[in-house]
């Protein structure tokens, strides 16, 4: 895991995030407004329209897919779905975000990717569509002295409406659920919509860009974002990330500021406001948001990362005993397990290490983490066999 949580800044990728859902009662003002823009050149970016087109020729056999479909009498939304399940058979899962076309060509993207390739084939049958968020423990990837923490999006395809019962009216409406990464441990966060979906696209391409840092590229993505869901979270704590990176903390405080008013919160947004309270040495802030942390944690997943946070600051007790709440309440999870096999290595209490780590590879259902922990678990016990021969030696 990471050392500081504090930089965390969302990426919505294969996750999106783990966004709070607001509903503002009052006209804001829109967080844009508070952006520096002397500081930076808008740029030519892709349009809405762009990132759903596909070409003439795949279009072409789409529809006719559809046509054949439909005379066997099989639903819209199940039609896009076995679309694509019959042309995305070898389909590589990774990092990138993509635009539909790309998308297909490459055969690649992440969960934003398919989700956008999935709405242009639904814009072309006329399907209505919605989203989830879900968490699922947080893949982490660090670059430079930013963590990039991802979570989970997936769609629903909403079955036509002329084919509705009338039944179907009082229960959940019936559709097909496209999601890529199913995975048992999951936590619902909440409702997406499209205007969520274009937003996190962008989103996803300003955070390359600020990675890059391409400053004005990043800028002119994330303003685009705040066009369509102005409110979100994520997005304004990636303006003030972009802020603080340019060397504009006054700015980048009074984004937190007007996150934190308006309850407009998300656990990024505080390690993030968290990671500049301490660049500005501001104590007492520090502790505040440390506090808020705490109490805004729903998700084991939030747990895990304060955790991890306590583990990065050698507060072990602490630590220790959030882990053990969360693998009482949650005991399937492997992390937790994990994370104590870290605390009592630290601790040179390597019999416990050796225990827990057993534990976190018996949880894992994840092939890829079994090696991990394994491999960790693989490099104790040999450390601990040439301790006792060295010992014996002497």
């Known amino acids: 895991m990471k050392q500081l949580f504090a930089l965390s800044l969302i990426l919505f990728l294969t996750a999106c995030n783990h966004t709070q859902k607001i509903d503002v009662k009052e006209p804001l003002k829109n967080p844009s407004t508070l952006l520096n823009h002397s500081l930076f050149t808008r740029l030519n970016i892709e349009s809405e329209e762009s990132i759903f087109a596909l070409p003439e020729a795949e279009r072409h056999k789409f529809l006719s897919y559809a046509q054949e479909q439909k005379l066997q009498n099989i639903r819209a939304d199940t039609i896009i779905a076995n679309y694509l399940d019959s042309n995305l058979d070898k389909f590589t899962y990774d990092g990138a975000t993509l635009n539909a076309t790309a998308t297909l060509a490459m055969n690649e993207g992440n969960c934003i990717s398919l989700a956008i390739l999935t709405q242009a084939y639904a814009n072309m049958l006329g399907i209505e569509t919605s989203f989830k968020e879900v968490a699922t423990m947080p ?16 769609t629903k395809l909403y079955a036509p409406k002329e084919q509705e019962d009338e039944k179907w009216l009082y229960a959940i409406r019936p559709g097909t659920v496209i999601d890529y990464f199913p995975a048992r441990d999951l936590v619902f966060i909440g409702s997406a919509t499209y205007a969520d979906l274009v937003a996190k696209y962008y989103a996803n391409l300003a955070t390359e860009a600020l990675l890059a840092e391409q400053f004005d590229m990043s800028y002119s993505l ?46 990024n947004l505080l390690y993030s406001y968290s990671y500049l309270a301490q660049q500005l040495a501001d104590t007492p802030l520090q502790e505040k948001l440390e506090e808020q942390l705490l109490n805004n944690a729903k998700t084991p997943f939030d747990f895990l990362q304060l955790a991890e946070q306590d583990i990065a600051k050698e507060r072990y007790s602490s630590a220790e005993a959030l882990l053990k709440e969360l693998i009482a309440s949650t005991p399937y999870i492997p992390e937790p397990y994990f994370a104590l096999a870290k605390i009592y290595y630290l601790q040179d209490k390597k019999a416990k290490a050796a225990m827990y780590l057993q534990y976190a590879i018996d949880k894992s259902e994840d092939r890829e983490k079994q090696g991990v922990y394994q491999a960790k678990l693989n490099t104790l016990e040999y450390v601990g066999r040439s301790y006792n021969q060295n010992k014996e030696q002497n």
């Open 139 to 154: 893949v982490y990837k660090k670059q430079d002295q930013t963590i990039l923490v991802s979570n989970h999006f997936k």
């Open 222 to 267: 994330v303003s685009q974002a705040l066009e369509y869901v102005p409110y979100d979270p994520e997005l304004i704590n990636l303006a003030a990330i972009l802020h603080r990176r340019v060397g504009d903390t006054d700015t980048a405080k009074k984004l937190f500021e007007f996150a934190l008013n308006n309850q407009l919160v998300s656990n």
